[in-house]
Nanobody, 124 residues
Framework: QVQLVESGGGLVQPGGSLRLSCAAS????????IGWFRQAPGKEREGVSC????????YYADSVKGRFTISRDHAKNTVYLQMNSLKAQDTAVYYC?????????????????WGQGTQVTVSS
């Protein structure tokens, strides 16, 4: 079964860190760009970060630049999103998906795979 599974979300205090994982099963991530998206209650989904299939291109939204880092572990078939200096406005459900990643953002279509999401809550 082809699927993406996110994990690593949780409750963290402002200024804290979390590392989200996006693990693939049923296919290899080596040939895919991967994007991280988030959606807060009442807000539209926004692209947070992406990494190209070759790892040569990464993108970060201005709101997370300098605080989040995307990386890939080919051996584990997993993409990570390291989130540091977390703020209350980072609270959202975070999703990963297969995408085409450019240095200006990502593109996806109806044939791309999506995970089920993981909740990140930043609160004191």
């Amino acid at each position: 079964q082809v699927q993406l599974v996110e994990s690593g979300g949780g409750l963290v205090q402002p200024g804290g860190s979390l590392r989200l994982s996006c693990a693939a099963s049923g296919f290899t991530l080596d040939y895919y760009g991967i994007g991280w998206f988030r959606q807060a209650p009442g807000k539209e989904r926004e692209g947070v970060s992406c990494i190209s299939s070759s790892n040569s291109t990464t993108y970060y939204a201005d709101s997370v630049k300098g605080r989040f880092t995307i990386s890939r572990d080919h051996a584990k078939n997993t993409v990570y999103l390291q989130m540091n200096s977390l703020k209350a406005q980072d609270t959202a459900v975070y999703y990963c998906a297969t995408v085409r990643c450019y240095n200006t953002g990502s593109y996806h279509n109806i044939y791309d795979y999506w995970g089920q999401g993981t909740q990140v809550t930043v609160s004191s």
